[in-house]
């Protein structure tokens, strides 16, 4: 496996190979960009938010390979917790299968109610809008929760960009 960084921070990408190194026996490149020609069937990505969305043509068929890093784990302030949520995230990214769609858990329904909870619509619009009741909103949220295993909202949004749900710009309403 290997794993390439493309951070917005230089510090950032080095304690990150550090602790790849150091914790999990991976060696670690970093890259200012990304294209056809470095990429292999084993690699794996830590993208920032800004890297992934200003390449989403490289990463979006790679997004089983590739982790999305926030500011929760690049600013966390000890050590342990870092390595315990790389643990976590290496983890989730060898159990992901390239040809597996993630999407196809989802229901029509589930998709439609994912896309207007990405574009930041409260429950109540969504019921209104999809002419449902607000506990059938509560019910797919809940489904949906459960069956991605993302529970806050801009985890659903960053899902529903690579997944092609909805794009950048729906965010900004």
């Not at 200003?54 to 302030?77: C, G, K, N, Q, V």
């Amino acid at each position: 496996m290997t794993v390439t960084l493309l951070l917005d921070d230089t510090l950032q990408e080095i304690g990150l190979r550090y602790l790849l190194r150091q914790y999990f026996d991976i060696d670690a490149a970093t890259a200012g960009s990304v294209d056809e020609s470095t990429d292999t069937p084993s690699s794996i990505y830590f993208v920032s938010p800004g890297k992934f969305t200003s390449s989403l043509d490289f990463f979006l068929p790679r997004r089983s390979r590739t982790a999305i890093l926030d500011s929760s784990i690049t600013h966390a302030h000890n050590e342990s917790v870092i390595v315990e949520q790389l643990d976590i995230i290496l983890k989730s990214l060898e159990q992901r299968h390239p040809d597996t769609a993630m999407s196809a858990e989802l229901s029509q329904r589930e998709i439609e109610v994912l896309s207007l909870v990405a574009k930041g619509l409260i429950n109540k619009e969504i019921a209104d809008r999809l002419n449902i009741s607000f506990n059938t909103v509560l019910s797919h949220r809940k489904n949906i929760t459960a069956k991605l295993g993302i529970k806050s909202v801009s985890g659903l949004s960053v899902y529903a960009i690579m997944n092609g749900y909805i794009s950048e710009g729906d965010l900004h309403r």
